[in-house]
DNA sequence: CTGTTGACTTAGACAGTGTCTAAGGTAGGG
DNA sequence: CCCTACCTTAGACACTGTCTAAGTCAACAG
């Protein structure tokens, strides 16, 4: 799906050889990378590549919704390519790995009124949190120590 | 409900002046400070503790599920003292704020194992984002430029 | 094709948030 | 009242992200 490029230049972007890695790494493997892995990727196929343009063009990204930016833990942002499906994370505790899921049945499921408190809720972020296999696996019997909690 | 500090006796903490003072802020009104604003309130009442003790303290009291860490943005993280009670957080896109919202149906539906890819998932967080109702009123028709989306 | 121009990129300084260390202080049990 | 293990402190450090000034170049006009 790299009309990504197409959709950019529908946008009227100037396409400088350092946007389009970007957007490669994106279209690449379907995962979350943080800023960091993304200019690490991005410098691999285009070795001068800065981390300002990487932040600025993330920042571009996310502006104009091609993009979805995830905060997780408190540690580095992560970017989602897949903006254009409505879907949920599977967020691992220990390693960090994010998942994306596409519930069959939308939890959105409006915050009643008398609940709102006067916000004017514009969308809702859920997030499942626990381990992944190999975490798991890893950490066996230690499941316990998972006394952290969030919601 | 002040008993959190009976709480961390019976869990035989060594109630030193500044633990107390942090227990203190945490009890009072019932916000998500960040850990800075936690600082610097329990400043206000034992002007030698050092930021160090209170991210120490905070992430015991973290550790120990007296307290809730809630990440929402890329910011810094807030503290929630309502550990007791599960609940959920509406957002402000604007301003940060959190409020504790407790639905009356639990939204928490299961993932289905299907969707779960393996995972151990031990608990679920959702987050309503959106504006509230001050900073709704100051950016008035600008609401359109809630261009962002996050699921 | 070539020139122009304004948007883009760069390196590095800077800021916010959180962690760590070594040294000194003190709560609580004897 | 003393001890000692645990706690606190100041400050250095690490990570993530933002900003600035100067140089570069994509895209368009001619």
Chains 1, 2 share one sequence.
Not at 41 to 51: K, N
Not at 112 to 135: K, Q
Request: proline residues 4%; charged residues 25%.
């Amino acid at each position: 799906m790299s009309d990504l490029l197409a959709r950019l230049r529908a946008r009227r972007w100037r396409l400088t050889a350092q946007r389009r890695v970007v957007a490669q790494v994106l279209d690449g493997d379907h995962v979350h990378f943080t800023a960091e892995e993304i200019h690490a990727r991005a410098a691999a196929l285009l070795p001068e590549i800065s981390r300002a343009t990487v932040y600025n063009t993330l920042g571009e990204l996310v502006a104009i919704g091609e993009v979805l930016e995830v905060s997780t833990d408190g540690r580095a942002k992560r970017y989602d390519p897949n903006a254009h499906h409505a879907h949920q994370h599977l967020v691992c505790d220990s390693c960090g790995t994010i998942r994306d899921v596409h519930p069959s049945v939308d939890p959105l499921v409006g915050l009643p009124t008398a609940e709102r408190y006067g916000f004017t809720v514009s969308r809702v972020a859920v997030t499942y949190r626990g381990l992944c296999p190999d975490c798991a696996a890893g950490s066996a019997g230690a499941a316990s120590a998972l006394t952290d909690a969030e919601a």
